[in-house]
């Protein structure tokens, strides 16, 4: 019987992206980010980038007590963002569109070395970076740069 195949949802930036969230500002913590594509890549699957625009701009974050909040992510594994919305704790009101792109086969590979693994990262970047700046001005987002850090 053949294994049916399955699609999942991974979220690489994680409690570090949920602190280093700026208003309006587009920043992916990214760089040292690279288990889901070794995940992809023993599994065989398709690494597909995705971007939400907008999704930066429903709250403020307050940068109060970041150290100690980063260590306590760091060493318990749980973020304490401190953000304001419209009202309180409601989002402000602004559209979130989410963007696509193309899928990125990742032939199977159980054991990949340090270079096949950086390269195949290297590649989703520079497709999330192309995706974001591909949708950026007919979103209404033309001046912004997506930070990947």
Same mark, same amino acid.
């Given at each position: 019987?053949? %294994?049916?195949?399955?699609?999942?949802?991974?979220?690489?930036? /994680?409690? %570090? @992206?949920?602190? @280093?969230?700026?208003?309006?500002?587009?920043?992916?913590?990214? %760089?040292? =980010? %690279? /288990?889901?594509?070794?995940?992809?890549?023993?599994?065989?699957?398709?690494?597909?980038?995705?971007?939400?625009? /907008?999704?930066?701009?429903?709250?403020?974050?307050?940068?109060?007590?970041?150290?100690? =909040?980063?260590?306590?992510?760091? =060493?318990?594994?749980?973020?304490?963002?401190?953000?304001?919305? @419209?009202?309180?704790?409601?989002?402000? =009101?602004?559209?979130?569109?989410?963007?696509?792109?193309?899928?990125?086969?990742?032939?199977?590979?159980?054991?990949?070395?340090?270079?096949?693994?950086?390269?195949? *990262? /290297?590649?989703?970047?520079?497709?999330?970076?192309?995706?974001?700046?591909? *949708?950026?001005?007919?979103?209404?987002?033309?001046?912004?740069?997506?930070?990947?850090?």
């Amino acid at each position: 019987m053949e %294994k049916e195949k399955c699609s999942i949802f991974v979220y690489p930036g /994680g409690e %570090k @992206e949920q602190l @280093e969230t700026i208003y309006k500002k587009n920043i992916v913590v990214l %760089k040292e =980010r %690279k /288990g889901f594509v070794k995940l992809a890549m023993q599994q065989g699957a398709s690494l597909v980038p995705v971007y939400a625009f /907008g999704e930066t701009g429903l709250y403020y974050h307050f940068q109060f007590a970041i150290g100690f =909040r980063k260590w306590l992510a760091k =060493r318990f594994g749980v973020a304490v963002p401190l953000l304001c919305g @419209e009202y309180g704790l409601m989002p402000h =009101r602004v559209p979130i569109t989410m963007v696509f792109g193309q899928p990125i086969e990742c032939k199977l590979n159980p054991n990949p070395t340090d270079d096949e693994l950086n390269a195949m *990262h /290297g590649i989703y970047i520079e497709a999330l970076k192309t995706l974001f700046n591909t *949708h950026k001005k007919d979103l209404g987002y033309a001046n912004d740069v997506l930070e990947i850090i």
